[in-house]
């Protein structure tokens, strides 16, 4: 299971329709209000800005930025892509486990690829004159590093390439390095807003980096759609979403915690600073099979490095699809 939320293939595979299959292996925030969203046929019609100033302003003002600081791609995962095109150096350490398409990226521009093991020693170095590519929060286990700062000064001090993906981090209000590009030339932050934004049918992702690191980054003509720019303007600006999104999110995680703890079925249960939570179970991949035949998908974990598939992975999910779990797994204990 390379991602998540591939709900199309299991439901045919159960033979349902995709709507019946409660899915915890996508982790897209589960607040997700209505917008009073619009769009005319006339706006359709027209040609968006080809460099997207208006939209680039906005997320400058909103990330304390400037918007030459600001490169805006189809999604986080071709904004990766891209940024792994435009980097010369050919050393890559990957702190591991972390999102596959890193390693894909580094393979397909032909780079040397090396995985440190963040979860036993985060700390040890990489080469010097390197690219660094962290997650943080990290998935699958959704951990926070605080000696983030210290772990960048090391790597700075060998004058590495730093990339930096915070796409889990505003669940949590979490302390965000993006200031850091002001301080060092080499550092790349990715940015999605699918996954606290509630919305992976908007194919929008930044890379956050100096300008002139910005300017090396090629995408093609009007790559994002008026109604992506659109929609997430209108999600973005909604003042109350961020506030209320972590209100339930504290309360829903907290409250999927105590239904994997009470089930017994796991021995070991990650805490996270974000909206999944990673577990452990002997039988973990049986136990994944039949939640799958109760038309309940999580992640498996084999994909990741380091991990097997008795890892499994379960979002934060609403009220209704914690109960359907919280029944699935009494069934199985």
Known sequence: MKHGANIYKYAKRIECDPEEIIDFSSNINLYQPDINFSFSSKEVAQYPDSEYKDFREFLAQKYALKKSQIALFGGATSAIYELFASLKRKNVFLYAPLYGEYEKAALKTKKNIYKINRIEDETQPPLDDSIVVFVNPST?????YKNIKELMTKWMELECTIVLDESFLEFEALASMRQEINNYKWLYIIHSFSKFYSCAGVRVGAIFSHKKNIQKLSTPLWHLSSLDVNFLTKRLSDESFEKKSRELHKIQKEELTNILTESKLFTEIVESDSNFILTYATNGEELWGKLLEQKILVRKCASFDYLNN?????????????????EALLALS
Do not use: C
């Open 140 to 144: 699958p286990e959704g951990t926070y």
């Open 310 to 326: 008795n890892w499994l992975r379960f979002a934060v999910k609403d009220v209704a699809s914690h109960n359907a779990l919280k």
